[in-house]
């Protein structure tokens, strides 16, 4: 069994259109947490959730909503995609985000706004 | 200053070399310390936590050194399935502890 996974892997769209990309985890963890990756490999936190709760939200434009609907699941809704949202989303968990615990990743979701 | 600092490299070494990669930090009351593997289009992966006393799992040592603010990847007798990106990872404490990724450095092994 996949412990952290997400879809779709791969994503294509045309610029200003609304998308979601889900992720899910078995592992039971507290903590969960998107990262973008970009061109140049830069993996950028965006966002993390603690018991389906906010508790960090890096300078991302608000077109960005994450939603938890319970600790399990972390989905990412994109709204009116720019260009510059092409990269690859990662999803991630941890066991309680208390800092010493290791990040377990999902697969990535590839994302191209064209 | 980035919070995190690698060399992109790459790293170009033959196979049983000896290769050893950095990263700086910026926050001197960060917490935790770990080191990443990610391969080509692939997620990272944990490959080691780093402690203040150092530790080593096999032919891998990491260290910190945390009155300059450095951690370290040491990797001996190179392997080429050793070829990887290696993140190094800093666990810094706001009000929450933020997992924040140097940029990598890119290790490539050959024949």
């Known amino acids: 069994d996949t412990a952290v996974s997400q879809t779709p892997k791969y994503l294509v769209t045309q610029m200003g259109n609304d998308k979601s990309i889900k992720c899910e985890q078995n592992l039971g963890h507290d903590t969960m947490y998107w990262y973008k990756q970009d061109s140049k490999k830069f993996l950028k936190i965006m966002f993390s959730?603690?018991?389906?709760?906010?508790?960090i939200n890096e300078t991302v434009p608000n077109r960005f909503s994450p939603k938890s609907p319970d600790k399990a699941h972390l989905n990412l809704h994109i709204n009116s995609l720019e260009l510059g949202d092409s990269a690859v989303y990662f999803c991630?968990?941890?066991?309680?985000?208390?800092?010493?615990?290791?990040?377990?990743f999902g697969s990535g979701t590839q994302l191209s706004v064209l | 200053r980035k919070e995190v600092e690698q060399d992109p490299g790459p790293f170009n070494v033959p196979e049983g070399a000896t290769v050893a990669f950095n990263c700086t930090y910026s926050?001197?009351?960060?917490?935790?310390f770990f080191w990443y593997r990610q391969d080509c289009r692939k997620e990272p992966k944990l490959l080691m936590s780093v402690y203040s006393s150092g530790n080593e799992d096999g032919r891998f040592t990491a260290q910190l050194n945390r009155a300059s603010q450095y951690i370290s990847l040491l990797i001996r007798d190179s392997k080429l399935s050793d070829s990887a990106t290696y993140l190094c990872?800093?666990?810094?404490?706001?009000?929450?502890?933020?997992?924040?990724f140097g940029r990598g450095t890119s290790l490539i092994v050959h024949p």
């Open positions: 990872v800093v666990n810094n404490r706001g009000g929450s502890y933020i997992p924040t």
């Open positions: 991630a968990s941890s066991q309680d985000g208390g800092g010493g615990e290791k990040l377990f």
């Open positions: 926050n001197s009351a960060s917490q935790s």
């Open positions: 959730y603690n018991n389906k709760e906010l508790i």
